[in-house]
């Protein structure tokens, strides 16, 4: 079975606190926060999704999954490691050179954080091999990162394929999750494709019941 990481990027401000509460009832096993700075993509969550992150960590205990779509990595590192969350992901192309990647998955993992790697749909993921045997995760963008309620790029599942493939070969046991246009019919190609954590926004947000909702993508 996977694990199913809820975005809670589409969450309407005046019900947050009762949506999150829903979600955590309905057997979420993250909250996944996309963290968008206006520069890497379009839109700017920065301040929405740290009100949500702290709303969040004041009523539950499920771990907070941060993905981070960012160009200025390590200033959103900080900002959210007070918060303590379970994986902060970062975007590889946020990244000048290999050098930058070390120093932020090294920081992370210094503050006792699971670090994890995401590429976008145009990204080869021999560009991360290097770093996988310290990667706690891998984050493969189903999408093009920005918005939610997109389509899934049937593509990218073939890299999740050559992914899975590799970390077999080499007896790593780093995860995979996917992220965008994850729902009931979608999943079972990221499922065959060896996934351990799906990403869901819409499919679940937009539910009447989120409980059938998650328990379906499982
Ligand atoms: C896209 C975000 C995703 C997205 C998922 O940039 O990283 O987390 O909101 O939403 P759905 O499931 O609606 O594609
Ligand atoms: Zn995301």
């Known amino acids: ?3 199913i990481s809820t975005s809670i990027l589409t969450v309407k401000k005046e019900s947050s606190t009762k949506t999150f509460y ?3 009832v309905a057997g979420t096993d993250y909250y996944h926060i996309d963290v968008m700075d206006g520069k890497f993509v379009e839109k700017n969550t920065e301040k929405m999704m740290y009100e949500y992150a702290n709303i969040i960590k004041q009523m539950s205990n499920l771990p907070l999954d941060v993905h981070l779509m960012v160009e200025n990595v390590k200033e959103n590192i900080d900002r959210y490691l007070p918060l303590n969350p379970s994986i902060i992901t970062f975007h590889y192309e946020a990244c000048k ?3 930058e990647v070390l120093r932020h ?3 992370i993992k210094e503050n006792g954080i699971k670090p994890s790697i995401s590429i976008k749909p145009a ?5 991360i091999k ?3 045997p310290m990667l706690h995760m891998v984050l493969i963008m189903t999408v093009e990162p920005g918005k939610g309620g997109q389509k899934l790029i049937p593509e990218t599942v073939e ?3 050559e992914l899975k493939k590799y970390l077999e070969e080499n007896n790593l046991d780093t995860y995979i999750e996917v992220d965008g246009g994850v729902n009931k019919e979608t999943v079972k190609m990221v499922k065959e494709a060896g996934i351990d954590i799906a990403v869901a926004g819409s499919s679940i947000i937009s539910a009447e019941d989120f409980k ?3 328990n379906e993508l499982k």
Request: charged share 45%; net charge neutral.
């Open 105 to 107: 998955i090294k920081y």
């Open 212 to 214: 059938k909702a998650i």
């Open 97 to 99: 050179n290999d050098e």
């Open 123 to 127: 990204t080869n993921i021999e560009k």
């Open 1 to 3: 079975m996977i694990e």
């Open 22 to 24: 829903d979600l955590e």
């Open 159 to 161: 890299k999740v394929k």
């Open 130 to 132: 290097r770093f996988l």
